[in-house]
């Protein structure tokens, strides 16, 4: 979880034990501050932490260049359905 200074939180990540970074958000006002690298720091210490490795994460079109920029690689397209509305996005994978 990331705080601002307003004492608010901003963002947050979850890494589950397979690997995945199953939730990762940062507030769109926020974005463009740091607050992603942050908590993407924290992910890796955590997983380095906890012998976890790879890394994967399903991004989304908008946050695909900021894991590709983070060391993360495009591993296939995805679309699902969700309550009849399909969503894309990309697996992506660090070592």
């Known amino acids: 979880m990331a ?5 608010r939180v901003v963002g947050f990540a979850e890494l589950i034990s397979s690997g995945l970074i199953d939730c990762f ?5 926020q974005q463009n501050r740091g607050v992603g690298r942050a908590l993407l720091r924290a992910v890796f210490k955590d997983a380095n932490l906890r012998g976890i490795s790879p890394l994967t994460v399903d991004a989304s079109h908008a946050a ?3 894991f590709k920029a983070n060391g993360f690689v495009p591993v296939r397209e995805n679309c699902v359905e969700r309550n009849g509305v399909l969503l894309r996005n990309t697996t992506m994978v660090r070592s």
């Open 3 to 7: 705080v601002g200074d307003s004492g």
């Open 25 to 29: 958000y940062v507030c769109p006002q």
């Open 64 to 66: 695909k260049a900021f």
